[in-house]
Structures are given as structure tokens and as C-alpha cells.
């Protein structure tokens, strides 16, 4: 599942104790003075309730950039950061969703290596730092992973190498070990650049868009983790290029998908009925106008209401109300800074639903805008920047 709120939940209780997750830096940096605690420390900062990853991608040794969360909705960051990740990067933008992800759990943190075709998992240690588990980089088992679908213990992984692209599975060990899941793999056809995978919230059902062939994979997931293809499977596109995709959080048998190459002004959105076995049906009047350039990255808010979805080629969020049967009505749209706006990525809210944290990947920062129901606005003091060198690629929150 994409949403966890496991850390922010421990988060919540770290008035309480000190062993949970995060609750040292709420209590040190979120109010350190009225907690007894010695230092410079200032007492105006709002409470760290969380934190924000971003999968570096950086070029050679792969980093992961780490941030306080504070309940405003800001960011600073975190001492230490960037993490090592143990794999490699590329050094350049990744044109996939979720290429980060957090386990079920929330214990660990799952990233793409493009660079070296592998997947390294991190532990979320107790102050919020990720840290490479033991053993815990292994292979994609194909060319150039991309995006992590996770689902409880199971996991797949989309492989968008130009030769030998493929969707292959793997089991999530207690401690954060990867093994690969026998019989999983799903070869594709060469050149069809697989850019996001992701399961249903109940994870009966498996996707992955194909922006190279304009195509849309679906299956069923077995018990045993395998996948079967779903009848019609896979389904032409709406649209040329589709690219990010998201489940309706409150009706796991809705999905929409974003078209990003029909051109400029031409973006759309497409909306799709889930049956049990997978197959995918239009919902009526899809595919929904978006009115803008390349629509890439899709997030949906917690209460299935809104969807947001990220114009990489145009600089904003366009922003639709989701009816009950999940027709789409357009909103408007939401510019995101001058400096970051186009190439702007991934996108994904904050557990409580209140923050938008927007990848700007070509700038090498992390957008933060408050969200009201439909209405995004960004914070003041937002992008906060990454390191030097950072291309990132996906982002969580807990």
C-alpha cells in the first residue's frame, strides 16, 4: 500500500515514551526547552511529527535524503543526511512512480539502485535515520528498476531496461532481507519501459503502466504472491505515455492513470473499473481533460475525494474532484515555484493528509504545499533543497 501511518502513529505517542520512532526529535526539536532538555535549541521551530525521503538517485553511490517533518508542514534537514543506500544511481531524472516506498510496517524503506539494477532496503532507526540493513542490497533481477509496488510481504519490482524489461516479485523478510519469489518474473516486451507498478490496497490486484508501448498491464494476484494475467491484459491506453497511477484508497477496484505524451495542452486523465480478476473497464467519460503538459505523477487524498496529478512539462498540480463511480471533474490547477515547477515528479501526501510533498527533481528539492480539501498552497519557504548532485526519484512520508 502507498498510505502508511504506522511511524506517524508511533510518532504521535512520543510524548509519551521515547522509544518509538521520531519521538527524541519531537521532543529535542519540536519543544526541547519545555521538556527539560538542555541546549541550544530554539523554541519557536513547529514539532517534528514525522520525516521525508527522497531516493537520491544520485550517480555512483546511490544516497537516501532524509528530512524532519514538522507539523506545520515544513522541512529541515536531517543531521546525517544524505544516507548511503549501498547501490547505485544514474545521476539523472528516473520517468517512473515509486521509485521509493515504504513496507507495510513502516519499519523499512525499499529503493531503486537504476544505476547498478539492484534494490537496497533501509531500516527506519529509532531518531528517523535510514540505515542499509545487513544483506540488504540484491538484485532487481532485470535492467534498470524503477518503481516498488509493496503489499505486506510481498513485493514487485519494475525492471524499464530497454532489453529484457520485466515485473519480478520478491518476499520481505521480518528483518528486512529481499529474497526472490520463485516463478514470479514477467518478462515484457523490449522497449515497452515499464514506469510504475502498485498494488490495490487489498492487494488482490497488480498494475504497471507501459509508457514505451502505450500500453497498461493488470493481473490477479494469487495467495502465493504469483501474478495472472488479467483478460484483456495488456489494455491500450487512453492515451499516449501512460504514466503515473494510483488506486482510489476508498474503492480498491478504481484506478487512474495519467497520459503524458499526447502533447502540449493535451494531457488527460484516465479512470477504470477493477473486476476481481483484474480485468480492466473504462468508467464513462474517460479519459478527463486535464488541460495541460505531460501529466505524470498521481496522488489521491486519503479520503478518495481529490486527485492530484503533477505536469512535469507544464509546471503545475491539476487538481479533480472524484465522484462516486470515479468520473473526474477538473478543479483547476496549482502552480508550483518558478524555479522548480517544470520537471516537477513525484508526488505524495503526509499521513494525516494536511501536506503535499511534491519531488521537484530538476532543481534537486522537495516541494511542500497545504491541502484543503481540493486547494493546494505552497508554504513559505518551500522548495527545501537536497544535496549537491541529488536527481531525486519517489518520495515518502511517515
Not at 508542514?73 to 547505485?88: E, I, N, Q, R, T
Not at 525499499?110 to 538484485?139: H, K, N, Y
Not at 516479485?169 to 532481507?177: D, E, H, I, Y
Not at 510533498?357 to 497545504?370: C, H, L, N, P, Q
Amino acid at each position: 500500500m502507498r498510505k502508511h501511518t504506522y511511524n506517524a502513529a508511533r510518532l504521535a505517542l512520543g510524548v509519551a515514551t521515547l522509544a518509538t520512532a521520531g519521538s527524541l526529535s519531537f521532543l529535542v526539536i519540536g519543544s526541547a526547552n519545555a521538556n527539560g532538555v538542555t541546549g541550544n535549541f530554539p523554541t519557536n521551530v513547529s514539532p517534528v511529527v514525522g520525516h521525508v525521503y527522497l531516493d537520491d538517485n544520485t550517480v555512483g553511490a546511490n544516497t537516501i535524503g532524509a528530512f524532519y517533518r514538522h507539523a506545520d508542514g515544513s522541512l529541515s534537514p536531517m543531521p546525517g543526511s544524505p544516507f548511503p543506500a549501498g547501490g547505485a544511481g544514474t545521476g539523472s531524472g528516473l520517468a517512473s512512480q515509486g521509485a521509493l516506498q515504504l513496507s507495510s510496517d513502516g519499519r523499512y524503506l525499499l529503493a531503486v539502485d537504476a544505476g547498478s539494477s539492484q534494490i537496497s532496503v533501509l531500516r527506519i532507526l529509532w531518531d528517523g535515520s535510514p540505515q542499509l540493513v545487513p544483506g540488504g542490497v540484491v538484485s532487481s533481477d532485470g535492467p534498470t528498476p524503477v518503481s516498488i509496488a509493496v503489499h505486506g510481504d510481498l513485493v514487485y519490482v519494475a525492471n524499464s531496461g530497454a532489453v529484457g524489461p520485466n515485473l519480478t516479485g520478491f518476499t520481505l523478510a521480518p528483518w528486512g532481507q529481499l529474497q526472490p519469489l520463485a516463478g514470479s518474473t514477467v518478462a515484457l516486451a523490449n522497449g515497452s519501459e515499464p514506469d510504475d507498478v502498485l498494488f490495490n490496497s487489498i492487494g488482490t490486484a497488480l498494475v504497471g503502466n507501459l509508457t514505451g508501448t502505450s500500453q497498461i498491464e493488470s493481473f490477479f494476484v494469487k495467495g502465493n504472491g504469483l501474478l495472472v494475467s488479467a483478460p484483456g491484459s495488456p489494455l491500450t491506453a487512453q492515451g499516449l505515455g501512460p504514466f503515473g497511477s494510483e488506486f482510489r484508497p476508498t474503492d480498491p477496484f478504481q484506478l487512474f492513470v495519467s497520459n503524458a505524451h499526447n502533447g502540449s495542452g493535451l494531457g488527460t486523465v484516465s479512470a477504470f473499473d477493477v473486476a476481481w480478476d483484474g480485468a480492466l473497464s473504462s468508467i464513462t467519460g474517460s479519459p478527463f481533460v486535464d488541460g495541460q503538459t505531460a501529466p505524470c505523477w498521481v496522488e489521491i487524498t486519503h479520503d478518495g475525494q481529490f486527485l492530484f496529478t503533477v505536469n512535469t512539462g507544464s509546471g503545475d498540480i491539476s487538481r479533480y474532484w472524484i465522484a462516486p463511480n470515479g468520473t473526474l471533474t477538473l478543479v483547476g490547477s496549482t502552480p508550483v515555484g518558478d524555479s522548480g515547477g517544470v520537471g516537477a515528479v513525484d508526488a505524495r501526501l503526509s499521513p494525516d493528509g494536511r501536506t503535499l510533498y511534491v519531488d521537484e527533481s530538476r532543481i534537486g528539492a522537495v516541494g511542500a504545499f497545504a491541502v484543503n480539501g481540493g486547494n493546494l498552497t505552497e508554504l513559505p519557504g518551500s522548495p527545501t533543497s537536497l544535496p549537491t548532485g541529488a536527481t531525486p526519484a519517489g518520495v515518502v512520508v511517515n
